[in-house]
């Protein structure tokens, strides 16, 4: 047996974000300096984080309002409704500003199918944010220092329709939807998802280093000939990481075993979704010339190979469960229904020790 002290794990370097980090503060530095010099001067001595604020973002991708001074004074005064984490430095925005409210549309599959939709904000999940946000931190400390350095502030919403959070332009700013039922583990994973967008965002902050051109205007069909594949090539990129960092950070946790009962079978339920979603991913064999300097096409091959080898390890699991029921998003309730917790063997290992 291969020590279990081992790890297969993704290193996007934490320096080059910080790196990135101070550049993009300055950038929001500049744009409040360009609207009004003299309110810019009233908030110069501020830190990086002050200017990091995900609601920076918003405004000034917004393009619908109207940017005067009076607007973004209320922006910078930031006094909006927020509920502070415990112990954490993330908090849970409990209203929706004027010029948000844009960025919250229905989408599917690459269409936006209702650009006004319904929905109401649902604090009361917030103690089970904090609850994932506390094992994240004891359990998964190197991607606990990630998470925080890209993610600000939380919403908290009740329509699973509104998949709006791979976006650059409310950077920081993460979205969960809920239904009731729901588990810390739930959360945990879209502190994974989400939040690896956002960080992944800034860590390609300059995308010189690692791409030909802009990634996101090169379709996937230019690789593949799908002309059905609505993804673009950083789409499909971020798509693979999202997915590789949920194997390596679930299995993680599997090994040292910290859930039971139904939590731990939610969380083998979603490890195996992630094996099949890497599995149809259809990424292989890319020319990635078409698209990435080498060091490009090394982070990528990087990835991929982490994610192959946990396919190797565990792709036994796809054959244990019935995966069949869901589409975009996991739920455990549904997975629940096909895969009742009665039958789950709670002792079985898995073999989650091996690498």
């Known amino acids: 047996m291969i020590n279990s002290n081992l790890e297969l794990k993704i290193e996007l370097d934490i320096a080059d974000a910080k790196n990135n980090y101070s550049d993009l503060a300055n950038v929001i530095r500049l744009l ?17 984080d002050f200017f990091m604020n995900p609601l920076f973002f918003a405004f000034f991708n917004n393009t619908t309002i109207e940017k005067n001074s009076e607007n973004l004074e209320e922006v910078l005064k930031n006094n909006y409704k927020f509920k502070k984490c415990k112990n954490h430095n993330f908090a849970l925005l409990e209203e929706i500003p004027s ?3 844009e960025y919250f549309f229905e989408f599917y599959r690459g269409t936006i199918t209702n650009p006004n939709p319904d ?8 103690p089970l944010v904090e609850d994932a946000l506390d094992t994240i931190k004891k359990y998964l400390p190197h991607y606990y220092e990630e998470l925080l350095l890209s993610n600000k502030f939380l919403i908290l919403h009740n329509n699973n329709k509104i998949i709006n959070f791979v976006s650059k332009k409310t950077s920081g700013l993460l979205y969960f939807s809920t239904v009731p039922g729901m588990s810390q583990v739930h959360f945990i994973e879209e502190f994974v998802h989400q939040g690896i967008h956002n960080y992944f965002n800034l860590f390609l902050h300059d995308k010189r280093d690692h791409f030909i051109g802009n990634p996101r205007e090169i379709a996937m069909s230019v690789f593949n000939n799908n002309k059905e594949d609505y993804r673009s090539f950083m789409s499909a990129f971020h798509g693979l990481l999202t997915v590789a960092k949920r194997l390596e950070l679930f299995r993680k946790l599997l090994v040292q075993e910290i859930f039971e009962g139904k939590e731990k079978h939610e969380l083998v ?18 020319d990635l010339s078409k698209a990435c300097t080498q060091k490009g096409i090394d982070l990528f091959n990087t990835v991929y190979q982490t994610a192959q080898r946990y396919l190797e390890l565990d792709g036994y699991l796809m054959e244990e469960f019935d995966l069949s029921f ?11 229904k096909h895969n009742p917790f009665a039958t789950f063997e709670l002792t079985k290992t898995y073999n989650f020790n091996k690498l």
Do not use: C, M, N
């Open 32 to 48: 409040i300096y360009k609207q009004s010099p003299e309110l810019y001067r009233a908030y110069e001595d501020k830190e990086d």
């Open 99 to 101: 010029f948000l409210q």
């Open 119 to 126: 929905f109401s904000l649902t604090p009361s999940y917030f």
């Open 269 to 286: 339920g979603r490890y195996a979704d992630q094996l099949v979603r890497f599995s149809g991913l259809g990424i292989h064999k890319l």
């Open 326 to 336: 869901r589409d975009i998003d996991f739920y455990y309730s549904d997975f629940e």
